[in-house]
């Protein structure tokens, strides 16, 4: 089985065959939209798109990990993180593709 990443540039390429503008400005338009989304979230801690998902900035807590090959302990700092959450919708296209 073949595992491929869906790139940037793969969505840009998908934005200029669906509507048809040139290919930079189809580039232009997934780089806005990241750059827009990332900058809302840091401001918000939580997006949500309709008909789409959940975006939101989650704590983690200070904790001890272990090294799985020398079976180590190491702690892990805090971070926060990005979690999705899909909506009912792609969760229902989800299960109907299987």
Same mark, same amino acid.
Do not use: C, W
């Given at each position: 089985? /073949?595992?491929?990443? /869906? #790139?940037?540039?793969?969505?840009?390429?998908? $934005?200029?065959?669906? @509507?048809? =503008? !040139?290919?930079? /400005?189809?580039?232009? @338009? $997934?780089?806005? =939209? =990241?750059? @827009?989304?990332? !900058?809302?979230? #840091?401001?918000t801690s939580k997006i949500k798109i309709s008909s789409f998902? #959940? /975006?939101?900035?989650? !704590?983690? +807590?200070?904790r001890v990990g272990r090294n799985p090959k020398t079976k @180590?302990?190491?702690?892990? !700092?805090?971070?926060?993180?990005?979690k999705f959450k899909p909506s009912s919708l792609v969760k229902? +296209?989800?299960?109907?593709?299987?």
């Amino acid at each position: 089985m /073949f595992k491929k990443n /869906f #790139t940037k540039r793969d969505l840009g390429n998908k $934005v200029n065959q669906k @509507i048809g =503008f !040139s290919k930079n /400005f189809s580039y232009s @338009i $997934v780089d806005n =939209f =990241f750059e @827009i989304l990332m !900058s809302e979230l #840091t401001k918000t801690s939580k997006i949500k798109i309709s008909s789409f998902g #959940t /975006f939101r900035i989650m !704590s983690k +807590k200070e904790r001890v990990g272990r090294n799985p090959k020398t079976k @180590i302990a190491a702690n892990i !700092s805090a971070r926060k993180v990005v979690k999705f959450k899909p909506s009912s919708l792609v969760k229902k +296209k989800l299960i109907n593709d299987e």
